[in-house]
């Protein structure tokens, strides 16, 4: 368990951070940027939280303990010491939201039109977390490209964010108050 005494150190005052691994990087590092999107999709998370209860709270409950997990894996490159092994984002943890998703995909009707987001306070803010964890991958991808990243992160990030849209559906009246986009309706 992690265990903070102090909440300020000073050690950033300059514009750079730690790792995991305890080197420094810029704040605006690829890496820095991708964990703290990852943050935000979590506080969204948090407030999409307030809105929902029963088996969809308890859902988003270990999406966020996911997402903290899904953090400490970015903000340690993959050049891990043995001796220290690194916490990382599991195939187990993808299955689950892919089982997930499948469950609570099964009881709502199939889409006829993209679904714009809002319906219900839940769903609006599950839509929002939607598009922060899109934002999320989109960074965590750009960091792929310059240093390795662990493949299951980049599922999870993916399927994350498939079952936020779903959850919006079914926190939507099952979909029955979901907001319909309407191509042209307002030429």
Known sequence: MVKLTRIYTG?????ETSLGDGSRVAKHDLRVAAYGTVDEANACIGL???????????????????????????????????????LRISAAQV?????EIDRIN?????????????????????????TVTRRAERDATVLSTQE?????????????????????RHVNDGGAKDVLWRPGAHR
């Open 48 to 86: 999409a939280r307030l809105h929902c209860e029963g088996a969809v709270d308890e859902i988003l409950a270990r999406a966020q303990n996911d997402l903290f997990d899904l953090g400490a894996d970015l903000c340690r490159p993959q050049t891990d010491d043995p001796k220290k092994p690194a």
């Open 148 to 168: 390795a990243v662990n493949a299951e992160a980049l599922r999870y990030l993916n399927r994350l964010s498939d079952l936020l849209f779903v959850l919006a």
């Open 106 to 130: 099964a009881d709502l009707d199939p889409l006829e039109s993209f679904v714009l987001p809002g319906g219900t306070p839940g769903a609006a803010y599950l839509h929002l977390a939607r």
């Open 95 to 99: 299955t689950r939201l892919e089982a």
């Open 11 to 15: 050690g950033g005052d300059k514009g």
